[in-house]
């Protein structure tokens, strides 16, 4: 497996805006490719300083940290979104993972033969193979189709936005995900409702995800009944800037008011079961930050719900049910 950074645009941005300090921001799986870059960056006389930060997707893009070292460019390295810069200084850049998936679509070509029509979606390190996966499955006989949409590139999820897939949800019969993220084809399965396969091209493996989603899907409404019966909330803003939802959470403060419940409105940047078990005047939390962390995490001594989860709260307590709150094109 060779990871490549797209070099080619790392140095067309560089001569372009001649930065004097270049920020690198990039998620742990690739920290190793990024201190090279940051060497043959440096060897080239630019001043670069490594995000020594968690970074956890495109959504977490370290302007005030870019601002504080008093960088001109930050290359975010490893997370794409269609628009390919953010913020003021952020320009993302993309790497490609050169993994094949010919021999395990080989074998999905077997187990996935009573489906016609599949969806076929991915996240930004697979998204070169998409079209030569597309014609692969095609000579095995499925009619495949992708889309684009939202913030999203052509077949791209991510763990917090389908909009792509569930524009095309009634007109395939299943969804294939390529790579190695159960959970996000966990929540692809969640967010259309349709089977879902993911291909593991490392381990050669064809999962269905569905008893995964099944399992996330329960734990998720577990948590909203959990919460019902609490009295104090903390309601947290996360302080990573693109997930900063300030008007969410005073919003949801608000409507939990009109139903007698008391909240606490809480900002931070590690939302983590370590920090959130030390508030134990808390019967439960409300966190506008990130989906995945309310839905795929553990550890939690309350329940912590994500923002769908939050309206499914209210439904519950304006007397409706709670829907089916996660089958949503986006969860934030
Ligand atoms: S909000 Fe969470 S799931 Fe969405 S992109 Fe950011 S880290 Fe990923």
Known sequence: MLIRIDITKVFEEVERLKPRTVFIVTPDGLLKEAVRLA???GASGVEVVLSGEACYGACDLKEDAAESIKADLILHIGHTLREERAGKKTVFIAVEDDIEFNRVIEKAAQSLRRFKKIGLYTISQH????????????????????????????GQIIGCEFQPAYSIKDEVDAFVFLGQSRFHAAALALSTGKPTYMLDPYLEEVIDVTPL??????????????????????????????????KQAKHIREELAK????????????ISAERLNTFTL????????????????????KPVLSIPQAYAL??????KDVGDFLRIPSWI
């Not at 099944?214 to 302080?239: H, M, P, Q, T």
């Not at 909240?263 to 590690?270: H, K, N």
């Open 314 to 319: 209210l439904n519950l307590l304006k007397g």
């Open 127 to 154: 998204l070169h193979r998409l079209s030569e996966t597309k014609k692969l499955f095609e000579d095995y006989g499925f009619e495949v189709k992708s889309d684009e949409g939202g913030r999203l590139s052509y």
């Open 259 to 270: 139903h007698g419940k008391q909240s606490t409105l809480i900002a931070m940047r590690e």
């Open 282 to 301: 808390f019967d439960a939390f409300i966190q506008t930050a990130c989906p995945r962390i309310s839905i795929d995490g553990s550890g939690f001594n």
């Open 213 to 246: 989603a099944e399992d996330l899907w329960k734990k998720s409404v577990l948590a909203v009944y959990k919460a019902r019966e609490a009295e104090r909330f903390g309601i947290i803003i996360g302080l990573r800037e693109g997930q900063m939802k300030i």
């Open 39 to 41: 060497s043959t960056l």
